[in-house]
């Protein structure tokens, strides 16, 4: 076989798995492939977005200490700035999708463009005010005097930048609603490697550049980020890939804000749940000494890494699920989100075997220091065994988000961190005092605490009781007669 003939197969091969979402069809035919074709893109896709926070959380390890623990005490605030905003790319993803099932494809584009108009303003706002508050809620949450300058700097660099990291995840939403995860896999891939190279200049001050620390950790983010947007509006408005937006539907209509509003405040609800959550946990955290804030800080980071097959299962199967309903076939839906339950649980279950026996060298890659490797490695070990539940929540949490049910799915969330997982950290974290007339058998007992340990407890003892009730919440079936599309819809005509 000549060279030529072996590079046109190459390239057949590659043109067969970068198609378009034109060639991919959710709504019939085997389950697993298309899943798995939506999914896998989705797992690069978040290994690549974590990339971005563990390059800053590697070079800041080797930077010191002091910035290793600001930005744990950053990222969760970053995380709430974004949930707060994100319930519109959620619903405008669910839209999508079920307008894409249904095949009403111009009802998808108006979903889209008016998606992105309202995130936009929406992540202006958010910014503005997340400059001027963050270092009152980062002194709220205990950060010590030497890590809130730090923290702060990054935080109001972020701040600013907002509409770049939340624009690009709103491009990620749609395009996944309508069946395309390849192409934002692709842009994430390039503005990732140039934050990678940028990164170290900026916080070390390598050639002509100053030394900024934590504040140029972030700074090398937002402009990564701010590339990306500008990329993915541009992929957006040529409708080449995936779904199209178009100028003249990006007129602010707020008729149908309302109905991005009822699907995206509880999508609001869940993603802000579980960052308060993350916030709330580091005020237990932040009672413990800077070491264990950098360990668990270094844990959150790994736990986003190890979970990405899990959220891309998540949104694999919250996009199924919304073609499917609007294509009026709820029983492959279900049969695709206890598919992705049971995959989810399987992969996770082995990474948390592997990660038991590799968390100390995991630790070790974000940190010299020899306390935050052994609490870090610590926290891993305790959590790892539980791995394969969290796989179950997301799965089913995806599937009420397809049909519609954003509600379900924050209540999940909020029970699983809020109501389980916050109070056992509390309790088991420190003592508990009680009357001396208890007797001292008694006072001895109540006064025995975990201590960090406790907090790594909450998070095994949560996954597994959240896991339960998502399973069964979802056998219920109530989520089979949603359709997020009904409503008071504009008009939109052909052009």
């Known amino acids: 076989m000549s060279v030529r003939e072996r590079l046109g197969r190459l390239g057949a091969r590659l043109g067969n798995l970068f198609k378009g979402q034109e060639e991919l069809d959710l709504t019939s035919g085997d389950i697993g492939k298309p899943l798995l074709f939506l999914s896998f893109p989705i797992v690069i896709t978040n ?18 200490t002091t910035a290793l623990a600001a930005i744990s005490f950053a990222f969760p605030m970053i995380f709430l ?23 009403e494809h111009r009802e998808a584009e108006y979903a ?57 995840f709103v491009f990620i939403s749609l395009m996944r609603g309508a069946g395309d995860t390849i ?37 090398a983010t937002i402009f990564s980020r701010g590339v990306a947007l500008v990329v993915g509006i541009g992929i ?25 509003l009822r699907l995206g405040v509880p999508a609001s609800v869940e993603g802000t749940g579980r960052a308060l959550s993350v916030n709330a946990m580091l005020f237990i955290v932040g009672t413990f000494s800077v070491t264990v804030v950098a360990a668990f800080g270094v844990g959150i980071r790994v736990f986003s890494l190890v979970f990405m097959p899990a959220i891309a299962m998540d949104r694999g199967v919250e996009t199924m699920t919304g073609q499917n309903l609007g294509a009026e076939r709820p029983d492959r839906a279900a049969a695709a989100n206890h598919f ?4 989810s649980f399987v992969i996770l279950t082995v990474l948390g075997a592997i990660t038991i026996f590799a968390a100390p060298t995991v630790v070790s890659v974000f940190s010299d220091d020899p306390e935050v490797v052994r609490i870090g490695a610590d ?22 988000r397809g049909a519609g049910k954003t509600l379900t799915s924050a209540a999940l969330a909020v029970t699983m961190l809020g109501v389980i997982r916050l109070p056992v950290a509390w309790v088991a974290s420190r003592p508990v005092a009680v009357p001396a007339w208890l007797g001292p058998r008694v006072v001895d007992i ?35 007669d949603a359709d997020p599309r009904t409503g008071s819809d504009p008009a939109v005509a052909d052009d």
């Open 340 to 343: 992705a339950a049971k995959v």
């Open 112 to 168: 889209a463009s008016q998606t992105v108009t309202f995130a936009l303003i929406g992540s202006v706002l958010l910014g503005a005010t997340g400059y001027f508050f963050v270092e009152d809620f980062l002194s709220l949450l205990g950060a010590s005097s030497e890590v809130l300058p730090g923290a702060t700097g990054y935080l109001q660099v972020v701040s600013l930048g907002l509409t770049a990291m939340f624009g690009f």
């Open 236 to 260: 957006l408005l040529s409708g080449t890939r995936g779904i199209r937006i178009r100028l003249g539907d990006m007129a602010p209509d707020l008729e149908y804000l309302r109905k991005l």
């Open 183 to 219: 192409t934002p896999m692709l842009v994430m891939f390039g503005t990732v490697v140039l934050n990678i190279v940028i990164d170290p200049f900026l916080i070390f001050g390598w050639g002509p550049f100053p030394e900024m620390g934590v504040v140029g950790a972030a700074v």
């Open 47 to 64: 290994l690549l977005q974590v990339a971005y926070n563990l390059a800053d959380t590697f070079w800041l390890g080797q930077y010191s």
């Open 446 to 480: 109540f006064a025995y605490s975990l201590a960090e340990q406790g907090i790594w407890l909450a998070f095994a003892v949560s996954n597994v009781l959240a896991a339960g009730l998502a399973a069964a919440w979802f056998l219920r079936g109530t989520w089979r």
């Open 379 to 400: 926290f891993l070990q305790w959590v790892a065994p539980t791995f394969g539940f969290i796989g179950i929540v997301r799965a089913y949490s995806g599937g009420f």
């Open 81 to 103: 700035l974004i949930s707060l905003g994100m319930g519109l790319s959620v619903a405008g993803s669910v839209l999508v999708a079920q307008h894409t099932g249904a095949e």
